[in-house]
Each structure stands twice: as structure tokens, then as C-alpha cells.
């Protein structure tokens, strides 16, 4: 099968009960989308799936043929960050660093359709991912820092 993933094509054929994680992670060498719960409960395996967040770790791989998946690794870098990278940094949101990931994807996927979201629709969109370290005041600001910053100008709220 054929799945469009970060912009790339790529070609695989993975088993029939081979969840996306999996192939991400052990397939693709994609790592950056984290393996915390395995269950669907915690939200650091979320990616996107045309747009909209999903947990990698129970959609089956073969339900994304024909979607356009994104993950961490398509945000940025250490050289080029993304804006919600960076708001993340500037705000102390990332601990420990389990939940960033899928936080991050989250919070992509919240400012691509709403890009002046509320404290309340921001808290409401980042529900699905959990934070052992209770860092979820700082991850409000950085979400509403990112969005000011490409409500300003001084960054696009997709690539940074």
C-alpha cells in the first residue's frame, strides 16, 4: 500500500493488525511519535490524519491508505522550529517530554482551524493528551503564544 506521510509517498506492507505506531515507529524509523499507554489514553502516540489528530497506537496502518498522515518530524528542527516548538520552549511546557509530541500535533491541528482559539477551546482541543508532569497552564499559554505570534506576522501557525 501507499501512504502519503509528511509529504513523502512512502510503500509499505504492513500485517493486517499492524497499528500505524508500529509502522511509524519500527517501519518507518519515525520515533518522534511516542509509545506511552498503547491503549488510547494518554494522547503522546497523536498524529494527524488530514488534518485531524488521531492516536497512532489504535488506528490499524492499512486505515490510512489514501490520507495524508503527519507527525512530529514534520513540524521543524533545531534549526528551523516551528512556532509552537519555540512557544513551548518560551513558556516551560515541555517537561519531561513524553506528552510534547502529541501535545504538539494537537495544537497544529487546533491553530489550522481556529487560528484565535479561546483558553476554553484551546483546553477543549488539547483534552485527548495528557501531562504527567501538569504542566497544562503553560501549554494554554504556549498555545495562545504560538497563535499570536502568526496572528502578528511574525510566524505561519503550520510551519513555523
Known amino acids: 500500500m501507499k501512504l502519503s506521510i509528511n509529504g513523502r509517498t512512502v510503500s509499505a506492507e504492513p500485517a493486517g493488525s499492524t497499528t500505524l505506531l508500529d509502522l511509524l515507529r519500527d517501519?518507518?524509523?519515525l520515533v518522534g511519535t511516542k509509545r506511552v499507554c498503547d491503549r488510547g489514553e494518554c494522547g503522546a502516540c497523536t498524529v494527524?490524519?488530514?488534518?485531524?489528530p488521531i492516536y497512532a497506537c489504535l488506528t490499524l496502518a492499512h486505515a490510512c491508505a489514501g490520507h495524508e498522515i503527519r507527525t512530529?518530524?514534520?513540524?521543524g528542527n533545531t534549526?528551523?522550529?516551528?512556532?509552537?516548538?519555540?512557544?513551548f520552549a518560551a513558556e516551560d511546557a515541555a517537561q519531561c517530554g513524553f506528552c510534547t509530541p502529541g501535545q504538539l500535533m494537537a495544537a497544529?491541528?487546533?491553530?489550522?482551524?481556529?487560528?484565535?482559539?479561546?483558553?476554553?477551546?484551546?483546553v477543549a482541543?488539547?483534552?485527548g493528551n495528557l501531562c504527567r508532569c501538569g504542566t497544562y497552564p503553560k501549554i494554554v499559554r504556549a498555545v495562545r503564544r504560538a497563535a499570536s505570534l502568526a496572528r502578528a506576522g511574525t510566524a505561519e501557525p503550520t510551519r513555523g
Open 79 to 87: 534549526d528551523a522550529p516551528h512556532v509552537l516548538q519555540e512557544s
Open 125 to 127: 482541543a488539547m483534552s
Open 108 to 122: 497544529v491541528a487546533l491553530l489550522e482551524h481556529n487560528a484565535d482559539p479561546s483558553d476554553t477551546e484551546i
Open 27 to 29: 517501519d518507518l524509523a
Open 48 to 52: 494527524l490524519r488530514d488534518g485531524v
Open 72 to 75: 512530529i518530524e514534520s513540524l
